[in-house]
Nanobody, 124 residues
């Protein structure tokens, strides 16, 4: 079992930055690909970014490319999402997810473990 705990959400003005963290329990973190997803009110949960177990392969949804950066520190069992130049449409609950394979995937059905989410609100 893997437990994921997100932190770092909050209220920020448009153009600002936030850094989300996701701390994972368990000794198998370094073998798992990790992803970030988000869900706005009344909308489906959508893919944001994913990183392979080694950190070599990274993918983003088009709407965050050039603004968000996903990274991981396998020595700390933690994955990060640096969010820059935030826009009101980035407002959502952000979820961290772990996949029991080392390769990235943008489909939420391919992830086995989920955190409880952290709220990000961007004001205009």
């Amino acid at each position: 079992q893997v437990q994921l705990v997100e932190s770092g959400g909050g209220l920020v003005q448009a153009g600002g930055s936030l850094r989300l963290s996701c701390a994972a329990s368990g000794r198998t973190f370094s073998g798992y690909a990790m992803g970030w997803f988000r869900q706005a009110p009344g909308k489906e949960r959508e893919f944001v970014a994913a990183i392979s177990s080694s950190g070599v392969t990274i993918i983003y949804v088009d709407s965050v490319k050039g603004r968000f950066i996903i990274s991981r520190d396998n020595t700390k069992n933690t994955v990060y999402l640096q969010m820059n130049n935030l826009k009101p449409e980035d407002t959502a609950v952000y979820y961290c997810a772990a996949r029991q394979l080392p390769t990235v995937d943008g489909r939420k059905s391919r992830y086995n473990y989920w955190g409880q989410g952290t709220q990000v609100t961007v004001s205009s």
